[in-house]
């Protein structure tokens, strides 16, 4: 299954990039640049090559940027010729950012407001491309647990939390909480439909030790390597720990992209490990998952 993007100049191409920044790699994407001295033949062309190249069937859509342009123009003729495929305009990076998380064609356009150039919609979602639900560790409800300094953002709003159908985001961040401003940002960020806990380091280890998040999906969240130990300590159980994002800063040596750590946040995670729990990296859900330890080699 793949999509063509096309679009005028190298937009398209920036699209995608800026997805995989947030998703990872996106090979379902094909881009199409149409330039100054291009014709709607020649892009017409570049649709023809690639649909034959990878198959007229497993085409989901062309997706262009502007209703009316010449890629979009271009795209009429090549689904006369093909019933299956779809149409759409209204190129975006949050609409490839959905489609790479698995969401159905029809559902992204609805989110996003992209437009069906052609009437025969249809649900693209596969047996493949559903979020399989994990499991909750112990009885807490936790899904995941995730080192992540920026907390919610992209990857862990519109990609992991979609991935692990998690119903609650749970920060257990101290700092936080004295920050108004930080506040405001997170209650802002958190996907609708979600619903959102900060709490200090102490007052989420009460609470999901009490079993209050039993029936949901949590998504747990800290800042630090620090937190992670201390809602260990205070017996909240889970199976492993993502560290996730660490960023750059004087002191600190990179492990792998996107995790900077110093001695001391090292010797946390051994300490963390001492305790039974598997910590691993994983930046986003479709990249490999493996120890943190592995990286240290």
Known sequence: MYYIIASHGIYAEGCKSSCEMITGAAPSFVTVTFTEDMTKESVEKEYEKIVAEKGAD????????????TPYNAA??????????????????QLLVLLNSGEDLASAIEETGAI?????????????????????????????????ERMIHGQVATYWTRT???????????????????????????????HLSILSVENAAKRLNEGLYSNQRVFLIVKKTKAIVRLIESGVKVKEVNIGNMGEKEGRKQVKKS???????????ETIEKTGVQVFAQMVPNDDKRTFRSYLK
């Open 116 to 148: 069906f150039g052609n009437t025969s919609v249809k649900s693209t979602k596969s047996e493949k491309t559903k979020a399989v639900p994990k499991e909750p560790v112990e009885k807490n409800g936790i899904v995941n647990f995730r080192l992540d």
């Open 259 to 269: 995790v900077y750590c110093t001695s001391e946040e090292i010797a946390d995670i």
């Open 164 to 194: 692990l159908q998690a119903d609650r985001i749970m920060i257990a961040d101290d700092d936080v909480l004295k920050d108004e401003i930080g506040m405001s940002a997170l209650k802002a960020a958190v996907p609708s439909g979600v």
């Open 58 to 69: 497993e085409c989901v859509a062309i997706i262009a940027d502007l209703p009316g342009g």
């Open 76 to 93: 009429m003729k090549i689904i006369a010729e093909h019933k299956n495929i779809q149409l759409v305009a209204g190129l975006c990076q």
